[in-house]
């Protein structure tokens, strides 16, 4: 079992940068490939950025790569989203996830994931 906790996220001006953080439970945070997806009102849960066990892979969404950057602490339970360069169309609740996905198809894809944060907002202005 895996409870995470998130914090971060806000409102912010194009151009900023924001850095998600997500706090994870369990001694078994380290077997978990992580991820971050986004929601806006209406819209189905979209990937962002994920990143396996170990921290040796990560994968991104084309709308966010080059931008966005996912790390992970193993020992602090912590894994992170750095947002640079942010537009308005970033403006989305972000939710960040665990599961035991361990390809591209599998990790950028919400149904590989079990446990799941209970989200922060985030508002970019123009």
């Known amino acids: 079992q895996v409870q995470l906790v998130q914090s971060g996220g806000g409102l912010v001006q194009a151009g900023d940068s924001l850095r998600l953080s997500c706090a994870a439970s369990?001694?078994?945070?380290?077997?978990?490939?992580m991820g971050w997806f986004r929601q806006a009102p209406g819209k189905e849960r979209e990937f962002a950025a994920a990143?396996?066990?170990?921290?040796?892979?990560?994968y991104y969404s084309d709308s966010v790569k080059g931008r966005f950057s996912i790390t992970r602490d193993n020992a602090k339970n912590m894994v992170y989203l750095q947002m640079n360069s942010l537009k308005p169309e970033d403006t989305d609740v972000y939710y960040c996830?665990?599961?035991?996905?361990?390809?591209?198809?599998?990790?950028?894809?919400?149904?590989?994931?079990?446990?799941w944060g209970q989200g922060t907002q985030v508002t970019v202005s123009s």
């Open positions: 996830a665990a599961g035991a996905a361990n390809t591209y198809a599998s990790m950028s894809s919400r149904d590989e994931y079990n446990y």
């Open positions: 369990g001694r078994t945070f380290r077997n978990y490939a």
């Open positions: 990143i396996n066990w170990s921290g040796g892979r990560t």
